[in-house]
């Protein structure tokens, strides 16, 4: 079985991460974005993934390598010369997906995480016969989003509205999909949309149908989001009593604490933080619904709460980070100073306070 990612461009909402490295790359929860995918896949029978990429494949491609050995999975590129949207790119890696068996294949977009029911989805596309499966999440707004209206008894699509007005229902596109080589004779190779082209060509076909997502999702492309989706993601850790969320006096909720990085005495941490390797966390820190890269070093006495702090990069002394700070990496922010949703560029040292949300150039 094979599965395609769209990883798309320039991951302008992640800025300042993604000036470091493409988007797919960007740690969630300690791992890279794009490997909570590969390694959901992997546990259903996934024997190739493809990334559809326009922006440094060799990057991609090099980060990946040792776990494509690790996984036992074959990871490949297909690169756009152009942006081709959602539907484009899927028409491109034509000769990827198809190899003769007339089995399904997924399509997945890159920053969604949720709790990837992806046994379950191939169990509903074989029960229902038709082409093509989405999976749809329930959210409490869909007014913001495009709805997706379906039969609640088969799943079968019977039409999108976007951003409705009045209620037809509270079900949204996912970004995860599994589809039949037959799809592929619905798109053209050209810059196209697969939610508001093909999949309302395939629905009127009355061979679309949705199956409602169990647990969390969240798209993660921009910081309030990621922040967010890491609650979730913690929260359904959680639920499996996962041995790898942190314990003891110092630590409120949900918590994830590589092996590698260093606690202090004295912390508070928690809840819904994620340390990565290396870290090293000071003692009398404070550390609430935030991200700590690779490399972080957070001094005595600082205070981080809903913020990501990039790779390699210093939190002074009684420093106090919040309400969606973002520094970039190597990032060194002084003693005592105080950032209000601070967005800092990579390799910048902050000597004055950022007292209103703003870039820092």
Known sequence: MKALILVG???????????????PLVEFANKPMILHQIEALKAIGVTEVVLAINYQPEVMLNFLKEFEARLGITITC???????????????ARDKLIDGSGDP?????????????????IEFHKTHGGEASI??????????????????STGQVERFVEKPKLFVGNKINAGIYLLNPSVLDHIELRPTSIEKKVFPKIADQKKLYA???????????????????????????????????????????NVLVDESAKIGEGCLIGPDVAIGPCCVVESGVRLSRCTLMRGVRIKNHACISSCIIGWHSTVGQ???????????????????????????????????SILKPRIVL
């Open 211 to 253: 199956m409602v997502l169990p647990g969390f999702w969240m798209d993660i492309g921009q910081p309030k989001d990621y922040i967010s989706g890491l609650r979730l993601y913690l929260e359904s850790l959680k639920k499996k009593a996962s041995p790898k969320l942190a314990s003891g006096s110092n630590i409120i909720g």
């Open 318 to 352: 009684w420093a106090r980070i919040e309400n969606m700070s973002i520094l970039g990496e190597d990032v060194h922010v002084g003693d005592e100073i105080y950032s209000n949703g601070g967005v800092v560029l990579p390799h910048k040292e902050i000597k004055s």
């Open 78 to 92: 297909s690169q756009e010369i152009e942006p081709l949207g959602t539907a484009g790119p899927i028409a491109l």
């Open 135 to 152: 999976m749809v999440t329930k959210v409490d707004e869909p007014s913001k989003y495009g709805v997706v209206v379906m039969d609640e």
């Open 9 to 23: 461009g320039f991951g302008t909402r992640l800025r300042p991460l993604t000036l470091s490295v493409p988007k």
């Open 105 to 121: 294949f997924f399509v997945l977009n890159s920053d969604v995480i949720s709790e990837y029911r992806l046994k379950e989805m």
